[in-house]
């Protein structure tokens, strides 16, 4: 078996029914598990973006890469390894109050993991910390001796290292496509 | 203001669409309704299956290079046209798919034939969309008609809500021409196109693979341009065949498990692959591992998710195969390589010698070759073959000869057996002018044996050839060679076939010795209108060559026992 590593693949699309579904299909066909996904509008109206995290070999994933571009309504999708980007996920942890209360080192743990409390009950309290799974994980770990009733964490959002901007890059090309269609009746026809 | 239903016919209209295939059915009603009314602009062909309807709508597509149109309901009748669906995709055929499905606020709730349709129908479609409201319809079809028919084609699936088929618009029709997140024609780079044409000067051994992609782009007189150029012999896929004469001394024969010895066996010969329009099945290549080792490949496609997919490839070009040819012959500098071509005929003389001598032996009872052989004799290497699946296929590949492009239907990258029944009433109807000739076996005629009553209704002047082995012979062939001999399940008790045809008022004959085929092919032939020939074969013909699962492309064997070998001097 080729080496495995973590890809990370942005996808973005047209905001339409069913999406997810076409880009979907493509990692059930090669019977790859998808790790963790986050769905997301972007700064542009109207497109939207997935990150898609999954274990899988790098030739296998630029084949995956260009079958997801090739749906229609996809615009552009990149492959990315962790060298490639900034990336970070968000996690919530629901404590018991009492049990969390009881911790002589409270403030240390908050600080030291950097996480938040945002709701406090007499039955449970909730902190969050935003990092990489390392991170959260690490965290979850020790609220673990104080009973954590709920663990949620979201899937991966990342942002490129690159200075290039390259789906900015795609659309001023496409504006330009679409400009020489008009412009020509013959092409495109 | 008119309905969608309405509104989806004369948009259908506006899209150059004059005959479609259907079936109707529940949640399609108001559709239909309307086909009432436009019966003069277009046609409509009730079919006996929807897999009858998307067949044929392929077949129309595959001769007349346009969207074949196909009507059916929502549920079983759209779940019909599955396999049609998942055929047309492999095979770049463009196909509109046009599915009743229920109201709109009924939608999820397991209503009386609701079924997912653009769920289950993504993973084998080029795109499907849901309509759930009259205004959208105009645009939709716009879309699908733009997405089928452009690009790499394929099969597009639009599933039309009843509430949208009753509602109301102001039907206004525009043709689609831009989608932003789609180019169909990409630009050729042409730093690309400098690198490909240094590659090929530099050739000692050049070979071009020739694909569908020649035909969907109609490039078959710019490829030919650039062989002849630079004396390159000319391989083609089975989608393939047809782009360039059969006679043609540059045509090397057809590639594959079944193909010629020539194109096979030179593959791995060759120093620099030019593949055209052509993605590298896995039947082409025989053992990946050992395909072409000695080449440089460069590969042309629209589609450049097929770049590196099945092989590694050490140049690409983008775009369309005629664009991509015209900008590439002009720097092909004019070569000769006699002794490289005369290496391929020589192959092809073996196989012509040990192979096909055998197969048109001339004694016993009548084999396929043979038929397949007597048939583009009697029509002048004019007619259109459209084949069913399995040996029939093969054969019919084989032996049938070409002049013009477009010239054989089958199904390649699917191998969906009852193709070839359907596919042909399409063909017909779309090329009316042309002799078609159905050529398939006593299992797969049987698939979809129903659209004899699509024949009789049209009198549609299909020529219709069953090979009656009263085997599945592609499987009893393997079974014979792989299995022990041990026929699981491949043999056959089939009922009188040209009884059936007569039950359709289809005349018909069958001949069961070699003495009585020429008249009875002349007979089908001259008859004004539909006809069915069954020919008795020798059970246990096989084909060859082959080249086995898991052998490399010069490992063919001749026979069941023999192997070639290159004849040295």
């Not at chain 2, 259908?12 to 529940?26: C, N, R, S, T």
């Not at chain 2, 129309?60 to 759209?78: D, M």
């Not at chain 2, 995709?89 to 606020?105: A, E, L, W």
């Amino acid at each position: 078996m080729p080496a495995q590593q973590l890809f990370t693949l942005t996808v973005y699309s047209e905001h339409c029914v069913g999406l997810l579904n076409q880009v979907s299909i493509i990692f059930t066909r090669r019977c790859l598990n998808i790790e963790d996904v986050s769905a997301s509008r972007t700064t542009i109206e109207g497109i939207h973006r997935l990150t898609i995290t999954v274990w899988s070999d790098r030739e296998t994933m630029e084949k995956v890469v260009k079958q997801i571009e090739k749906r229609i309504d996809v615009l552009k999708a990149f492959l990315y390894t962790d060298d490639d980007i900034i990336y970070q996920e968000i996690a919530l942890y629901k404590v018991d109050t009492a049990a969390l209360l009881r911790e002589q080192y409270l403030e240390s743990l908050i600080r030291h993991h950097g996480a938040r409390i945002l709701d406090i009950t007499p039955e449970f309290t909730v902190l969050e910390k935003a990092g990489q799974p390392w991170e959260t994980e690490a965290l979850l770990e020790q609220l673990k001796p104080y009973g954590v009733r709920q663990f949620v964490r979201s899937g991966r959002v990342c942002v490129t290292k690159s200075p290039v901007e390259k789906l900015n890059m795609y659309l001023e090309e496409q504006m330009l496509r679409q400009q020489a269609t008009f412009l020509n009746p013959e092409s495109n026809v | 203001m008119i309905t969608g239903a309405e509104a989806l016919v004369r948009s259908l209209i506006a899209e150059g669409v004059d005959l479609v295939f259907g079936y109707p059915g529940g949640a399609i009603m108001p559709v239909y309704d309307k086909l009432y009314d436009y019966t003069s602009q277009l046609r409509h062909i009730l079919v006996r299956h929807e897999q009858g309807a998307i067949h044929a709508a392929e077949g129309y597509a595959r001769i007349t290079n346009r969207p074949g149109v196909v009507i059916v309901t929502s549920g079983p009748g759209v779940a019909n046209v599955i396999t049609g669906l998942s055929d047309a995709m492999m095979d770049s055929t463009p196909v509109v798919v046009i599915s009743g499905q229920v109201n709109s606020k009924f939608l999820g709730s397991d209503a009386f034939q609701e079924t997912d349709v653009v769920g289950i129908t993504q993973p084998i479609t080029k795109w499907a969309l849901q309509v759930r409201r009259a205004a959208d319809i105009p645009a939709a079809v716009a879309r699908a008609f733009y997405i089928a028919s452009t690009g790499r084609p394929g099969p597009v699936v639009l599933d039309i809500a009843k509430d949208a088929q009753t509602g109301e618009l102001e039907w206004k029709h525009e043709k689609l021409r831009f989608i932003r997140s789609y180019n169909p024609r990409p630009k050729i780079s042409p730093a690309d196109i400098v690198h490909a044409a240094h590659i090929i000067n530099a050739a000692q051994r050049p070979m071009i693979l020739a694909g569908h992609g020649v035909m969907i782009s109609g490039a078959e007189k710019e490829l030919l341009a650039l062989a002849q150029k630079a004396d390159i012999p000319v391989a083609t896929t089975l989608l393939g065949l047809s782009t360039i004469p059969s006679d043609h001394p540059l045509n090397k024969g057809m590639l594959g498990m079944h193909g010629n010895i020539g194109p096979n066996f030179q593959t791995n010969k060759a120093d620099v692959i030019l593949a055209v329009g052509m993605r590298f099945d896995d039947r082409v290549t025989c053992d990946i591992d050992r395909y072409a080792p000695n080449a440089t490949i460069i590969h042309i496609d629209i589609d450049s998710s097929e770049f590196n997919r099945n092989v590694r490839v050490d140049a690409t070009i983008h775009g369309d195969a005629r664009d991509a040819l015209l900008a590439l012959t002009p720097l092909i500098e004019p070569a000769k390589h006699t002794k490289w071509n005369e290496q391929f005929d020589r192959c092809n003389q073996v196989e012509r010698d040990t192979v096909m001598r055998a197969e048109l032996r001339h004694d016993g009872k009548i084999t396929m070759g043979e038929v397949a052989a007597s048939l583009a004799e009697a029509t002048n290497n004019q007619a259109v073959l459209v084949t069913d699946v399995g040996q029939n296929q093969m054969m019919g590949a084989r032996y049938f000869r070409y002049t013009m492009p477009r010239s054989i239907i089958t199904s390649g990258g699917s191998g969906t057996m009852g193709f070839g029944l359907p596919a042909a009433i399409g063909a017909k109807m779309g090329a009316p002018e042309r002799t078609v000739v159905y050529f398939g076996g006593d299992g797969g005629f049987q698939m979809t044996i129903e659209e004899l009553g699509t024949i009789m209704q049209y009198g549609t002047a299909v020529k219709m050839v069953v090979l009656d082995n009263s085997y599945l012979g592609n499987v009893r062939q393997w079974q014979e060679l792989f299995f022990n001999g041990r026929y699981s399940q491949t043999p056959l008790l089939n009922p009188d076939f040209v009884a059936v045809a007569k039950a359709y008022g289809i005349p018909g004959e069958r001949v069961e010795e070699r003495a009585f085929l020429p008249a009875a092919i002349s007979r089908m032939l001259s008859h004004d209108g539909p006809y069915l020939l069954v020919v008795a074969i020798e059970e246990m013909d096989n084909v060859f060559p082959m080249i086995p699962i898991g052998a490399s492309v010069e490992e063919i064997l001749l026979n069941k026992t023999e192997k070639f070998t290159y004849p040295e001097d």
